[in-house]
């Protein structure tokens, strides 16, 4: 079954020092990835994809993530994180489900950006 | 990218009534509409997926005559949460994805609505 991992619940980083909150992939053929942002009481922004090409995607609010096949992950970075990025960060990939896709989320990590 | 609305975004309701949960997207026809279910400090779980004029696909576990899902429209879908009690108190979130009926606009990108908060007493 296609699954993503986010190994870490909460990410502490202080404001102006680069972030990365880590995703490994676990897909059957060529996956199709996502990272979304979600604020208090909100639902999911999409902040960037990855399908096919460059293996460095970068998204919404400075945030790019990279693509690394043989270690099977999709980090999510930032060279200089805000304290407003502080969010549940949510990374998915594409199952297949009976003939349409549906995607499957990690189980999100916080991260928390210090003044 | 797409918008999605639901209405409404929060709702307290007593043990044993129906509670219905609209998502609309707002400018494109969305082919497939999707319903989650978040828990506090919880990913998202996918309970059913909708398309337009046929019958919702229920994921495993998730009961179908307690959560029913209409989607007369490629530009609406409910949830009824029938005979709620206060373990189906959530967060719900739909979204909404385009396809090739829809003209092939926001084709396999889902868009999500803001949520609504379930409390159930």
């Known amino acids: 079954a296609q699954s993503v991992a986010q190994p870490e619940d909460q990410v502490n980083v202080a404001e102006g020092n680069p972030l990365t909150v880590k995703c490994t992939y676990s897909?059957?053929?060529?996956?199709?990835l996502f990272w979304y942002v979600q604020y208090p009481n909100r639902g999911l922004q999409f902040l960037l994809k990855?399908?096919?090409?460059?293996?460095l995607v970068k998204g919404s609010y400075g945030f790019e993530a990279e693509f690394n096949k043989s270690q099977t992950s999709f980090h999510l970075k930032k060279p200089s994180a805000l304290v407003s990025d502080s969010a549940l960060y949510f990374c998915?990939?594409?199952?297949?489900?009976?003939?349409?896709?549906?995607?499957?989320f990690g189980t999100g990590t916080r991260l928390l950006v210090s003044p | 990218g797409a918008v999605v609305s639901q209405h409404p975004s929060r709702v307290i309701c007593k043990s044993g009534t129906s509670v219905k949960i609209e998502c609309r997207s707002l400018?494109?026809?969305?082919?497939?509409m999707f319903w989650y279910r978040q828990f506090p400090k919880k990913s998202l779980m996918l309970m059913a997926t909708?398309?337009?004029?046929?019958?919702?696909?229920?994921e495993q576990g998730v009961e179908k005559d307690k959560f029913l899902i209409n989607h007369a429209s490629l530009t609406l879908s409910t949830l009824t949460v029938t005979s709620a009690h206060p373990e189906d108190s959530s967060f719900y979130i739909c979204?909404?994805?385009?396809?090739?009926?829809?003209?092939?606009?926001?084709?396999?990108?889902?868009?999500f609505g803001p949520g609504t908060r379930l409390t159930v007493l």
């Open positions: 998915a990939c594409v199952a297949w489900n009976t003939g349409f896709q549906k995607l499957v």
């Open positions: 897909v059957s053929g060529n996956p199709y």
């Open positions: 990855y399908i096919t090409g460059d293996n």
């Open positions: 400018d494109f026809q969305a082919t497939t």
């Open positions: 909708s398309n337009e004029g046929s019958k919702a696909t229920y």
């Open positions: 979204s909404s994805m385009g396809g090739a009926l829809a003209g092939g606009l926001y084709e396999n990108e889902q868009f």
